[in-house]
């Protein structure tokens, strides 16, 4: 089993930063691509960003691009997602998923292990 744990959620304004951290323990030599997911009340989760553990493969939500990063520290199994210029419609439950293959994909059926979220709530 994986065990995920997201911080760095709050409130801010339009036009802030935050930034997300999702530490990974457990069976953590099995967590290979790593993703972030939103989502809010009465919508499907909704694909934000992903990375795999090896190689150059990042991929980004249009919705998010040139606005958010994401990275990781392998050694400490930790994934990060820098949120910058944010927008009241970023506004929700945000999520980190990790699977045991290091194919980067965006459909979040694809990924095992799961966070508790932390909510990111943007004001106008």
């Known amino acids: 089993q994986v065990q995920l744990v997201e911080s760095g959620g709050g409130l801010v304004h339009a036009g802030d930063s935050l930034r997300l951290s999702c530490a990974a323990s457990?069976?953590?030599?099995?967590?290979?691509?790593m993703a972030w997911f939103r989502q809010t009340p009465g919508k499907e989760r909704e694909f934000v960003a992903a990375?795999?553990?090896?190689?150059?493969?990042?991929k980004y939500a249009d919705s998010v691009k040139g606005r958010f990063t994401i990275s990781r520290d392998n050694a400490k199994n930790t994934l990060f997602l820098q949120m910058d210029i944010l927008k009241p419609e970023d506004t929700a439950v945000y999520y980190c998923a990790t699977r045991q293959s290091n194919t980067v994909e965006v459909g979040p059926s694809l990924y095992e292990f799961w966070g508790q979220g932390t909510q990111v709530t943007v004001s106008s």
């Open positions: 990375m795999g553990r090896f190689g150059p493969v990042i």
């Open positions: 457990g069976r953590a030599f099995s967590i290979l691509a």
